[in-house]
Protein backbone atom coordinates (compact mmCIF):
# COMPACT_ATOMS: atom_id res chain seq x y z
CA UNK A 1 0.00 0.00 0.00
CA UNK A 2 1.29 3.13 -1.15
CA UNK A 3 1.49 6.52 1.12
CA UNK A 4 -1.78 8.52 0.47
CA UNK A 5 -0.12 12.03 -0.81
CA UNK A 6 -1.35 15.81 0.53
CA UNK A 7 -1.07 18.51 -0.80
CA UNK A 8 -0.86 21.50 1.47
CA UNK A 9 -1.12 25.12 -0.10
CA UNK A 10 -0.63 28.06 1.95
CA UNK A 11 1.03 31.07 2.42
CA UNK A 12 1.73 30.76 5.73
CA UNK A 13 4.67 28.65 6.71
CA UNK A 14 3.57 28.60 10.27
CA UNK A 15 -0.26 27.00 9.25
CA UNK A 16 2.25 24.53 6.58
CA UNK A 17 4.86 23.44 9.27
CA UNK A 18 1.94 22.64 12.25
CA UNK A 19 -0.22 20.80 9.30
CA UNK A 20 2.37 19.13 8.30
CA UNK A 21 3.76 17.73 11.88
CA UNK A 22 0.01 16.82 12.64
CA UNK A 23 -0.48 15.01 9.19
CA UNK A 24 3.33 13.08 9.15
CA UNK A 25 2.28 11.46 12.27
CA UNK A 26 -0.07 9.57 10.11
CA UNK A 27 2.55 8.45 7.44
CA UNK A 28 1.38 10.62 5.03
CA UNK A 29 3.42 11.69 2.07
CA UNK A 30 3.31 15.79 1.86
CA UNK A 31 3.63 18.27 -0.46
CA UNK A 32 3.73 22.46 -0.16
CA UNK A 33 2.33 25.14 -2.70
CA UNK A 34 2.45 28.73 -1.52
CA UNK A 35 0.64 30.30 -3.84
CA UNK A 36 -1.98 29.85 -6.81
CA UNK A 37 0.45 28.93 -9.55
CA UNK A 38 2.58 26.27 -7.52
CA UNK A 39 -0.45 25.03 -6.14
CA UNK A 40 -2.39 23.95 -10.11
CA UNK A 41 1.72 22.89 -10.67
CA UNK A 42 2.11 20.11 -7.82
CA UNK A 43 -1.76 19.30 -8.51
CA UNK A 44 0.04 18.50 -11.97
CA UNK A 45 3.14 16.67 -11.01
CA UNK A 46 2.09 14.93 -7.85
CA UNK A 47 -1.33 14.21 -8.25
CA UNK A 48 -2.23 14.18 -4.66
CA UNK A 49 -5.03 12.13 -2.88
CA UNK A 50 -6.32 15.22 -1.54
CA UNK A 51 -5.73 18.86 -1.12
CA UNK A 52 -5.58 21.29 2.05
CA UNK A 53 -6.70 24.87 0.39
CA UNK A 54 -6.14 28.11 2.20
CA UNK A 55 -8.29 30.53 0.31
CA UNK A 56 -5.95 34.14 0.62
CA UNK A 57 -3.21 33.19 -1.67
CA UNK A 58 -0.75 35.46 -4.07
CA UNK A 59 -1.43 34.81 -7.43
CA UNK A 60 -5.31 34.10 -7.32
CA UNK A 61 -7.45 33.21 -4.37
CA UNK A 62 -8.72 29.73 -3.36
CA UNK A 63 -11.53 29.72 -5.81
CA UNK A 64 -9.46 30.36 -8.70
CA UNK A 65 -7.16 27.08 -7.68
CA UNK A 66 -10.18 25.24 -7.28
CA UNK A 67 -12.09 26.17 -10.29
CA UNK A 68 -8.73 24.91 -12.36
CA UNK A 69 -8.25 22.19 -10.38
CA UNK A 70 -11.99 21.08 -11.26
CA UNK A 71 -10.48 20.52 -14.81
CA UNK A 72 -7.62 18.73 -13.83
CA UNK A 73 -8.11 16.56 -10.81
CA UNK A 74 -11.11 14.74 -9.11
CA UNK A 75 -9.43 14.84 -5.94
CA UNK A 76 -11.04 16.07 -2.63
CA UNK A 77 -10.13 19.42 -1.40
CA UNK A 78 -10.76 20.63 1.83
CA UNK A 79 -10.64 24.74 2.14
CA UNK A 80 -8.99 25.86 5.37
CA UNK A 81 -9.31 29.45 5.70
CA UNK A 82 -9.44 32.70 8.48
CA UNK A 83 -12.08 34.17 6.63
CA UNK A 84 -15.46 34.14 8.04
CA UNK A 85 -17.01 31.13 7.65
CA UNK A 86 -20.76 32.23 7.39
CA UNK A 87 -19.79 33.97 4.33
CA UNK A 88 -17.22 31.49 2.72
CA UNK A 89 -18.89 27.98 3.38
CA UNK A 90 -21.40 27.36 0.98
CA UNK A 91 -19.18 29.35 -1.59
CA UNK A 92 -16.39 26.56 -0.92
CA UNK A 93 -18.76 23.74 -1.19
CA UNK A 94 -20.12 25.40 -4.35
CA UNK A 95 -17.17 25.67 -5.80
CA UNK A 96 -15.89 22.19 -5.07
CA UNK A 97 -14.55 21.73 -1.27
CA UNK A 98 -15.61 18.85 0.65
CA UNK A 99 -15.12 20.61 3.79
CA UNK A 100 -14.60 23.76 5.16
CA UNK A 101 -12.87 24.40 8.50
CA UNK A 102 -11.92 27.52 10.24
CA UNK A 103 -8.12 28.49 11.13
CA UNK A 104 -7.11 27.33 13.29
CA UNK A 105 -8.79 24.07 12.80
CA UNK A 106 -9.91 21.33 15.53
CA UNK A 107 -6.93 19.01 14.50
CA UNK A 108 -8.65 15.87 16.01
CA UNK A 109 -12.05 16.49 13.23
CA UNK A 110 -9.69 17.88 10.41
CA UNK A 111 -7.53 14.69 10.79
CA UNK A 112 -11.06 12.24 11.25
CA UNK A 113 -12.44 13.90 7.83
CA UNK A 114 -8.67 13.20 6.35
CA UNK A 115 -9.19 9.94 7.30
CA UNK A 116 -12.54 9.42 6.15
CA UNK A 117 -11.92 10.90 2.73
CA UNK A 118 -8.71 8.92 1.79
Known amino acids: MHKKKILLVDDDTITLRVLSIALGVDNFEIFYAQD ?12 PD ?6 GL ?17 NPIIVLSSRE ?16 FQKPPDMKILLKTIKKLL
Open 58 to 74: PGGDGYLVMEQLANLTV
Open 50 to 55: LTILDL
Open 85 to 100: ESENKQKTIKAGAIAY
Open 36 to 47: AVQAIDATLQEK
